[in-house]
DNA sequence: TTGTGTATATCCACTGTTCGGTATACCATA
DNA sequence: TATGGTATACCGAACAGTGGATATACACAA
């Protein structure tokens, strides 16, 4: 564990990350937080006025690396743009291979608070969201879908809470490479038609590269 | 109130829909639900085992109320394939825009229930999205999508997912909206190229018949 | 060096409440 | 009178949050 010598707010938060990952905040009592910290309850609302608190810190706490990943995946698949963004569904549809993958964090707690809807926690997940869909907006406008960019950054996370959705649903992550496969005719339908030659569309395969999360310890996202 | 005279379980179950697509099957007691069908507990459990019974039954009685009305957007829509598809998402736009409007039961269901993936809720949750995956499939195969049919359905689903996680996260239909040109998009892509006059693709612009949804009353869906 | 004050950080034990589920008794009607 | 259905009152567990005491560390003055 990693997580020895950092500060107790930080301890508590990878702590409430690992359980709320893993069974909801709702099904995690804050005892059980504290003692994964490895601390008492009363030390844990030191630090937290309230357990909303905590499950807003987890979510906050998430958003950067959960799109430095998203950003890892595209930038690392060989081909051109569209066949980058499959690369994201790609290597999804890898991460929710794992035994213990459970979803989006963020659209799980924003359904498990959905009698709160100012909830920070939502707030939080909305900001990610959102975050993701503007950095792909960029991302597709740089590569050429200059007017539509927009509405394809909306199309792809669409396509993205789906595939979280209906993965953990049927626990069948071929979804995943489904939505990939329509990610990449959208792109390809909205790439200028073929007056322009597009160099990139027929490059490599793209075959995901690292062969990680071959089974122990969390998984990704 | 039509629920006056039903047998006393399907009052219960009435109750159950109602309390639990609007405030999720946790947030809701089983006190609530006897309450709210205007008998007491002990009653309620002389007609079922346990409360997870009560929220099986929920979606078990939802399933075919559910596809009927996708059945009948589509059919409704005036058209191509295409556009009656994106009929339903257009329909679909339309209840998400009713305040009380909470998103896919199903869905929410199976979320709040991550911890035990056996669950009877669950497996009705998958029965019914397995059953509109189907219906879709028949319908594009109908319509000429002949080898590709199941994984348009795929899509199609996924984009429906994903309308129901992100629009109940952003608290934004117009996402919907998105997620049926999308769907447009797709099937466009797999229907015969041009060599087949397409007599369908152009017809109307497929406005939403009914003015449903004018605020009163429980959301559809 | 010693003594005192203060802020940070931790813990044990407790409260009040909610919830799923039950024991037991009552009542209506066939 | 027996069966199906309903009601009151209750149980045990789990939970979020708190009261109050304690430990540590550092500042500054005697």
Redesign the interface.
């Known amino acids: 564990m990693a997580s020895k010598n950092l500060p107790t707010r930080d301890r508590i938060v990878n702590a409430a990350a690992k359980l709320f990952q893993g069974?909801?905040v709702?099904?995690v009592s804050v005892d059980m937080v504290a003692a994964e910290a490895g601390l008492t309850k009363r030390t844990l609302y030191y630090h937290f006025r309230s357990k909303d608190d905590v499950i807003a810190a987890y979510l906050q706490a998430r958003d950067q690396p959960n799109l430095a990943m998203f950003k890892r995946w595209f930038y690392e698949t060989d081909g051109g743009l569209a066949e980058k963004v499959e690369g994201i569904f790609r290597n999804l549809a890898l991460a929710a291979r794992h035994p213990k993958w459970?979803?989006c964090g963020?659209?799980?707690t924003?359904?498990?608070l959905?009698?709160t809807?100012g909830h920070p926690a939502?707030l939080a997940?909305?900001t990610h969201?959102?975050r993701v869909e503007d950095w792909l907006c960029t991302e597709l406008a740089k590569a050429g879908l200059a007017s539509s960019s927009q509405?394809a950054a909306?199309?792809i996370?669409?396509?993205?809470?789906?595939?979280?959705?209906?993965v953990?649903?049927?626990?069948d992550p071929s979804?995943m490479e489904?939505?990939g496969?329509?990610a990449r005719?959208?792109i390809h339908?909205y790439l200028p038609p073929a007056d322009t030659l597009d160099d990139f569309s027929v490059s490599a395969p793209a075959t995901p590269s690292r062969p990680q999360n071959s089974e122990p310890g969390r998984p990704l996202l």
Chains 1, 2 share one sequence.
Request: aromatic share 6%; hydrophobic share 40%; charged share 35%.
């Open positions: 069974e909801g709702r099904d459970k979803g963020f659209l799980r924003s359904v498990e959905v009698k809807p939502v997940a909305r969201k959102k509405a909306r199309q996370i669409l396509l993205l809470d789906g595939s979280f959705s209906t953990l649903l049927h626990r979804y489904a939505a496969d329509a005719r959208l339908g």
